[in-house]
């Protein structure tokens, strides 16, 4: 007879006892035996039964069976959606576990999904605790492995850069550098303005050179002085 740990336990419910004429209520039944429903583990109980006319039923031994269905408590420890940047080592805030019997060193917590801090993307890792019982409960946080940095743009060339009167503006050009994107993935996407240049006007005028990357950090502008 099944008894959820931690639960009552009435020793009537674990056997039938009928008569052909006697109600229930007049028989009387006894057991031995004792039912510990804290802790997990089988028992018996011996039952006997007898009527006001002195018949005697004939014994039974029944199994009380004491069992643990309740699943482990876990809990994040932090955000369940987090940021780490690349190429940086992710360190994992871990989980709180609990159970209604168990010891907490008892319950085993099974870590499931890996962080490649790498390659930037959305991982999603599993803890899953169970507990001795075969119970188990599970939680998932999801880690971002993001990129923060800006790009950097240097100079090629002099600043401020003299420019001739009536000759087109050569640009020199720019070195940009990255922690993660390379010249090729940042090229395209550098945006030069020297459309207030006029090479035939004597005067003070400004390239910019800007970039913004994949990820929406944008560089600091750069300005080049031409005169």
């Known amino acids: 007879f099944p008894v959820t740990i931690g639960g009552a336990f ?10 052909n004429f006697w109600p229930l209520a007049n028989l009387l039944v006894e057991w031995v035996g004792i039912v510990d429903v804290n802790n997990p583990g ?7 039964a007898r009527d006001p006319r002195g018949n005697i039923a004939n014994e039974v031994l ?15 420890n932090g955000l369940n959606n987090v940021n780490t940047e690349v190429f940086e080592t992710f360190n994992d805030p871990g989980v709180t576990v609990t159970d209604n019997y168990w010891p907490t060193n008892t319950i085993l917590v ?20 169970k507990d001795p019982s075969g119970n188990r409960d599970s939680v ?16 090629l060339g002099n600043d401020p850069y003299n420019l001739p009167r009536f000759c087109p503006f050569e640009d020199p050009g ?10 090729a993935q940042l090229r395209p996407l550098l945006v030069v303005d020297y459309s207030k240049v ?30």
């Open 42 to 48: 089988t028992y018996f109980l011996r039952y006997g």
């Open 110 to 129: 099974e870590v499931k999904g890996n962080v490649n801090t790498s390659i930037i993307g959305s991982y999603v890792r599993w803890y899953v605790a």
């Open 62 to 76: 029944v199994s009380i069976v004491v069992v643990d269905r309740v699943a482990p408590s876990i809990a994040l």
């Open 10 to 19: 009435n020793p009537y419910d674990a056997v039938n006892i009928t008569d």
């Open 174 to 183: 720019v070195i940009l550098e990255d922690v993660f994107y390379n010249d």
């Open 140 to 155: 998932s946080r999801i880690i971002n492995v993001v990129k923060t940095t800006k790009p950097v743009i240097r100079l």
């Open 198 to 227: 006029i090479n035939h006007i004597p005067g003070l005028y400004f390239v910019t050179y800007n970039i913004t990357d994949p990820m929406g950090n944008k560089a600091k502008v750069i300005i080049v002085t031409g005169k």
